[in-house]
């Protein structure tokens, strides 16, 4: 597997929010992007990252359980494992809001991948997101928990609408908001060519899909792919904080 990832302050914000960080031994990809103001989005998407990644790497075979949780007998180990992770960042998120007036309101997104040979875990709070390109194909392998990506669900706006409605980055679920968080959870089998792509909302509020499949499509290195994203997502004005992992299962592998 080849890895590339990138991040970028943007054209307009004065500080990233966003984290993440990429485990190769585990091919483990964890990214995060902070909210709550000033400088508790950063705290509570760090935090986010690093609870995940040291879970992870402390109990990568499973076994363990979060705060009396069962596991979910339909779900591998390695996703159970992933699922107590971010339970457990939501717990201390929400912990340190509740202890330090400073920190009250943080919250963050978060999508997190973990490949078991080629079985793909994926679990996702949030806008941040999580696609597969394909033989060509890009698809989108999560779903934005925002209020205006709900009411598109549910009929109540088009696609159109929603692109200018000025609620659109309105989040109904993030890590910390809340002692509990509810996690969608995803998995699949990988194949040869496939290439996986994570980001925060820079990235996807501000360039077409069609775009980042053109770009994951044409370059073959993943960290120029990773690079051309991010300057993308600049060039289209870089409202936000843009952060990107792209992963390669190479062929034949």
């Known amino acids: 597997m080849e890895i590339g990832s990138a991040t970028h302050v943007g054209r307009v914000r004065t500080n990233n929010e966003d984290s993440y960080k990429v485990v190769p031994s585990l091919n483990l990809l964890v990214l995060s992007d902070g909210i709550g103001g000033q400088a508790n989005g950063e705290v509570a998407s760090a935090m986010a990252v690093e609870t995940i990644v040291n879970y992870c790497l402390e109990s990568p075979n499973g ?53 078991d040979a080629l079985r793909l875990s994926l679990v996702h709070v949030g806008d941040s997101r999580a696609y597969l390109l394909r033989a060509g194909e890009l698809e989108s392998l999560t779903a934005d928990h925002t209020l205006v990506a709900e009411q598109v669900r549910n009929g109540l706006l ?39 792509l994570l980001c925060t909302d820079g990235l996807t509020g501000m360039v077409p899909e069609s775009e980042i499949a053109d770009i994951l499509v044409h370059d073959h290195d993943v960290q120029s792919a990773a690079d051309r ?7 289209h004005g870089g409202e936000d904080n843009v952060s990107v992992i792209v992963m ?4 034949g592998s």
């Open 229 to 235: 994203l991010v300057a993308s997502a600049n060039e």
């Open 158 to 196: 088009t696609l159109e609408q929603a692109q200018t409605n000025p609620l659109r980055r309105l989040l109904i679920r993030a890590l910390g908001v809340r002692e509990e968080v509810e996690i969608d959870i995803h998995e699949q089998e990988l194949c040869g060519g496939d290439i996986l």
């Open 63 to 115: 076994g363990s359980t979060f705060n009396g949780i069962e596991s979910e007998p339909a779900l591998s180990e390695r996703t159970n494992q992933l699922v107590n992770a971010v339970n457990l960042a939501n717990r201390s998120i929400h912990d340190a809001s509740v202890r330090d007036p400073y920190l009250q309101g943080m919250g963050a997104t978060l999508v997190a991948a973990w490949i």
């Open 248 to 251: 390669h299962i190479v062929r």
